[in-house]
């Protein structure tokens, strides 16, 4: 391919790829804030509806009034949008990133010979069929011990230091990086796809058909749709860290992307915590205190 032509579609699907990845947390911030926030109805009106919760905002020189349904409405709006094309443009632009970058020129981005000497076929191979394990182990350990919380976030965690240490094994460093970023990026997209959006189809046709929904979806889809919050800084700083040589060019850099990425989830409980009017400030101190202990060990 023309490098000229290649630069422009590396500019171009890179630029879709951060709004729509842009779009897609904004909406994971607003919502998880909006739904930790709800306020209990205080007026018997608003109890007969159906109401399970309301919330005021002001932004942008007006009053915003939220409210949330226990089910449903008593009639269907129209229109009614859909919260999932940010995910889907989010996925398959980075997917069309990895493609014009690493997929294209496997031996310049994706393989280094002093990691693994690989064919480019096998890399890119590998590569993409780690995008779907990711999926089917995760969303198999949240249907394993999707019950307890704890338990499932440490699987999870450890799932992805296990993948982060694998793939520094197998591909160049920068490219190892923005694999496990991409990797959490494919569970985010699957959360939508297999369970949110088809939980918000049921509700729908539930309420079409007047009967009661099926609530297994619903709890599932809003675990997954928790997970894809506390995924958002982790993913962000794997995407971002191929420009850091800093970070992603030294022995044991696996450690140094897990670390980063414990550091943004444990950031992102903090706000959580505190939209229900906890102040946990010694989140922030010990994260702060984690990315000081890197920066020593990092220095040169």
């Not at 010979?113 to 590569?127: C, E, Q």
Request: hydrophobic share 50%.
């Amino acid at each position: 391919m023309d490098s000229y032509l290649n630069d422009w579609l590396n500019l171009l699907v890179r630029w879709l790829h951060v709004v729509a990845a842009i779009a897609w947390i904004g909406a994971s911030f607003y919502f998880i804030q909006l739904d930790l926030k709800l306020r209990p109805p205080r007026r018997t009106e608003d109890e007969e509806r159906g109401i399970a919760g309301d919330y005021w905002g002001v932004h942008g020189g007006g009053f915003y009034h939220s409210e949330k349904y226990r089910v449903a409405p008593a009639t269907l709006p129209e229109p009614l949008h859909w919260f999932k094309w940010e995910a889907y443009a989010t996925w398959l632009s980075g997917f069309a990133l990895f493609v014009v970058l690493y997929y294209a020129h496997p031996e310049t981005y994706l393989i280094d010979p002093r990691v693994a000497d690989i064919g480019k076929w096998v890399a890119i191979g590998l590569s993409i069929a780690l995008l779907a394990a990711a999926w089917l182990v995760y969303d198999l350990l949240c249907r394993v011990l999707g019950r307890d919380d704890r338990a499932l976030g440490v699987a999870l965690a450890l799932v992805v230091a296990g993948a982060a240490y694998g793939v520094t094994q197998v591909f160049s460093a920068r490219a190892a990086f923005v694999q496990v970023g991409a990797m959490l990026g494919t569970m985010m997209a699957g959360n939508v796809l297999f369970n949110i959006i088809p939980a918000h189809r049921e509700l729908i046709s539930a309420k079409q058909a007047g009967r009661d929904p099926d609530p297994t979806q619903g709890i599932r889809a809003k675990q997954r749709s928790v997970h894809n919050n506390y995924l958002t800084l982790p993913v962000v700083f794997a995407m971002i860290s191929n420009h850091l040589p800093l970070v992603y060019g030294r022995d044991r850099a696996w450690l140094v992307l897990v670390a980063f990425m414990a550091i943004g989830a444990w950031v992102r409980h903090f706000f959580n915590l505190r939209h229900i009017g906890r102040s946990e400030w010694g989140i922030l101190v010990t994260a702060a205190l984690a990315l000081g202990l890197l920066a020593f060990a990092l220095r040169p």
